[in-house]
């Protein structure tokens, strides 16, 4: 079963506007990771999040993770139409260093 | 610097055929290896991993099998596809917890 849940399902915002979608996850983590998928290709990794950092950030990316409530955030700054794409968050539990378990995505769209 | 083949891209297959998807990965070695499958529009739901050779777990009960008969080659296979085997099949290494894929490969079963 799915593990995390992303909001919204899609979001369209203008090119240069933030993008904020949101991740809750059920069950103690080890660390939780947020991936990129462009239409008809593979995932591809763009940060990682120990269960005990709060906040990160890599380029136009931060992200954050609350563990008391089992939630976190990734937010895109000043976007691109290249930021297109479908993003995923990914946990790694506790009870279980081998798998991840997806979400089902926030389908972001910028327009130019 | 390790890079991961998935092949084919695509595949149109007839109900009842036989399926053999492989992946392999360069650069790397005893690497953890995973299939996922991708409904349309829809999260990632794990298949089965392999830690090594000959070493397969799988996560749900389904119409498909897994093999790992070398190091770095991971197969997917099934004897017979039903039409609810249609979907997206990537392949995965992992690496410091980290995901790396291949390009997946669409399959629809007709």
């Known amino acids: 079963s799915q593990q995390g849940e992303e909001d919204p399902q899609a979001l369209s915002i203008q090119e240069g506007e933030n993008a904020t979608m949101n991740c809750s996850y059920k069950t103690s983590i080890n660390n939780l990771q947020w991936y990129r998928q462009n239409s008809g290709r593979g995932l591809v990794h763009l940060i990682l999040?120990?269960?005990?950092?709060r906040e990160k950030h890599s380029g136009r990316l931060r992200v954050t993770l609350d563990t008391s409530k089992k939630s976190s955030s990734l937010l895109i700054t000043a976007s691109r139409a290249a930021d297109t794409a479908s993003y995923f968050c990914?946990?790694?539990?506790?009870?279980?260093?081998?798998?991840?378990?997806f979400g089902a995505g926030t389908t972001v769209t910028v327009r130019a | 610097s390790q890079t991961i083949h998935q092949w084919p891209a695509t595949l149109v297959q007839p109900v009842g055929s036989p399926l053999s998807l492989e992946c392999t990965v360069e650069?790397?070695?005893?690497?953890?290896l995973y299939w996922y499958r991708q409904a349309a529009g829809r999260g990632l739901q794990l298949l089965f991993y392999?830690?090594?050779?000959?070493?397969i777990s799988s996560e749900v009960p389904q119409n498909l099998s897994a093999s790992r008969p070398q190091d770095r080659q991971f197969i997917l296979s099934s004897k017979k596809l039903l039409l609810s085997d249609s979907g997206f099949y990537l392949c995965a290494w992992r690496e410091a917890s980290k995901l790396f894929f291949g390009s997946g490969t669409q399959l629809s079963v007709l």
């Open positions: 650069g790397t070695s005893n690497p953890n």
């Open positions: 990914a946990t790694e539990l506790l009870s279980n260093d081998y798998k991840l378990s």
């Open positions: 999040i120990r269960s005990n950092e």
């Open positions: 392999s830690v090594g050779i000959g070493q």
